[in-house]
């Protein structure tokens, strides 16, 4: 594998993708509604007594888990799909390079590119709170904005595992939202639904949420932002006695591993399928 | 005439096929190729739509999974894929590159994958007529000038082994005769070339040798010249019908003693008939009240007609 021609092909990428009006679009959306939240939580000041980064990463993490997922999601499915629909992954594939460093420089610059408008966005927002409230927890934001990073290119190494099966990028999007739905908007009703009907422990409960890349992050932040996890209920107590200071890691690593994971089969995809 | 006569022995081959399978799903589209190209030698894949020429360049490529084993001067390309696209340049039937990118963006990516400084490698595209054209979308330009555009990039690191997928097919008559010029150039330089046409009379003057394909099958090769008089002024006839008439077509023809290809085509077929039989399968046709709605005739001897006539 050779770095310079996958730094080659994750600049096009980054290029190509920031060159886009959906991404664009979606970027400036994100930062649009970050900074009226934090605009909206530094209002209220006077009326709570309190500000600062605290409070206002309880808002974001609502908005990070609607639209970064599906940022990510779509950005991987489009990615190797939309190409080769278009015939420029033939182009490509015809250059002297291998599929590994195609898929790896393609999610190094999906990633670049998500992660700029993430970063983007809580630079924006950062800046409003921290002129209201001080730089107070300042420390818990920036582990926030890591782990929304990581959930992005989490969900950009699923959307690539679904662009690598596809010949089409309008099913290749439509598989993408779909995942999406069931991963964001079904991913807590299901799990709710499960413990009920299944009368599931909590250490069952909490091995539930390690499939759900989008609970991992939550679970995540609020530890980060938090400390307990009290607000999880019982399975938020159950991880947090019997895990300890373990946790964190352990969540850290569950959201590298939903990365490695759906890359690794992506590339497997990859190279089955090759340009067509 | 047989498939593996005039085998190369003379010279070390730039590219080595043997038993060459690829499938797409349950249809053959490459059928146990085996096929040596010598190193300066330009070699044209002939045959009808979906004889698997395209296919069969793309397998050379290492761009699709197949059976089989290719070299391209000593690399295989499964396992050594990137050193053996190294050594080849491309040029597709119709090349696709991202619309926004400007000619300058484009070659100076493919420059930097190559190895090749792309201050070179723009200089060098007033070579190709391309000169001034280094701001403008690669959307906006014609289809002959996408084509040299292709040319351009295929040859941007001069790889000894070129590969060209119908080149012609897109191009009006006066493109066409420049980018044969600039072919008949490169195979003076000693590059070897693998052209896949299906107009026989303008890459059989070029040619070396011509590689006969059918359903995925090398069926005949030979010089341009001995493999026109074998195949004795025979001439092949595309025609198109209404999906629900193609069938029947098919039939009727065969029934009169015609050989009848179907490339998995919806409404086309492809008829081989004697230079002296033109006529008769359009005569049959239209007595059964089988309406063509369309008729290409592609000479199968080089130097003919080779026209398209609509």
Not at chain 2, 194 to 209: M, N
């Amino acid at each position: 594998m050779d770095l310079s021609t996958i730094a080659l092909i994750a600049a096009k990428e980054f290029r190509d993708l920031w060159r886009s009006r959906w991404f664009a679009v979606m970027a400036a959306a994100f930062a649009a509604l970050a900074l009226a939240l934090s605009v909206l939580g530094t209002a209220l000041v006077g009326l709570a007594g309190v500000a600062g980064f605290g409070r206002t990463t309880a808002s974001l993490l609502n908005l990070v888990m609607l639209i970064v997922p599906l940022m990510g999601l779509v950005m991987g499915a489009m990615s190797l799909a939309g190409e080769r629909e278009q015939g420029t992954l033939l182009t490509l594939l015809a250059q002297p390079v291998t599929p590994t460093e195609v898929l790896v420089g393609k999610l190094v610059g999906l990633a670049a590119a998500l992660g700029a408008a993430v970063v983007g966005g809580f630079a924006i927002s950062g800046l409003v709170i921290a002129k209201a409230g001080g730089w107070a927890e300042l420390g818990d934001y920036l582990a926030f904005a890591g782990l929304t990073v990581g959930l992005g290119i989490a969900h950009v190494a699923l959307g690539l595992w679904i662009s690598a099966t596809s010949r089409r990028s309008a099913s290749a999007l439509g598989m993408a939202v779909f995942l999406w739905m069931v991963v964001v908007i079904f991913g807590d009703l299901g799990v709710m639904g499960t413990a009920v009907v299944l009368k599931l422990t909590p250490a069952q409960l909490l091995w539930v949420g390690f499939g759900n890349p989008a609970q991992v992050f939550r679970l995540a932040v609020l530890r980060v932002v938090h400390g307990d996890l009290d607000i999880l209920g019982a399975a938020g107590l159950y991880a947090a006695s019997r895990l300890g200071g373990w946790l964190l890691p352990i969540l850290v690593g569950a959201l590298a591993a939903w990365v490695a994971v759906p890359a690794t089969i992506a590339w497997v995809q990859f190279r089955r399928r090759g340009a067509l | 005439m047989s498939a593996t006569s005039l085998s190369p022995t003379t010279s070390p081959s730039s590219l080595e096929m043997q038993a060459v399978v690829k499938r797409f799903g349950r249809v053959t589209a490459v059928d146990r190729v085996d096929l040596s190209v010598r190193s300066g030698e330009t070699v044209v894949l002939w045959g009808p739509n979906g004889a698997g020429k395209t296919t069969l360049l793309r397998c050379v490529l290492g761009v699709v999974p197949f059976d089989g084993t290719i070299t391209v001067c000593g690399y295989d390309v499964r396992r050594n894929g990137k050193a053996a696209r190294r050594l080849m340049g491309y040029v597709p039937q119709e090349i696709r590159l991202p619309g926004h990118q400007t000619v300058l963006e484009t070659v100076t990516f493919v420059a930097r994958l190559r190895r090749v400084s792309p201050t070179t490698a723009l200089a060098g595209l007033g070579r190709w007529g391309l000169e001034g054209m280094a701001e403008q979308r690669v959307q906006t330009l014609s289809g002959g000038m996408k084509q040299r555009l292709a040319l351009a990039l295929a040859l941007i690191s001069d790889p000894p082994v070129l590969l060209l997928d119908e080149p012609t097919s897109n191009l009006d008559l006066a493109a066409r005769r420049e980018l044969m010029e600039q072919l008949e150039q490169l195979r003076t330089q000693g590059k070897t070339l693998l052209v896949c046409s299906h107009h026989a009379a303008e890459v059989w003057r070029i040619a070396d040798r011509v590689v006969v394909l059918e359903h995925g099958r090398v069926v005949a090769q030979d010089a341009p010249e001995r493999l026109g008089a074998y195949l004795g002024g025979e001439a092949l006839v595309a025609l198109t019908f209404s999906s629900s008439q193609k069938e029947e077509a098919a039939a009727l023809l065969r029934r009169q003693g015609f050989t009848v290809m179907t490339n998995g085509s919806a409404r086309q077929i492809w008829v081989r008939i004697a230079g002296d039989r033109k006529l008769e399968p359009l005569r049959a046709l239209h007595e059964a009240n089988i309406r063509i709605l369309d008729l290409e005739l592609h000479s199968a001897a080089p130097g003919q007609a080779g026209h398209t006539g609509r």
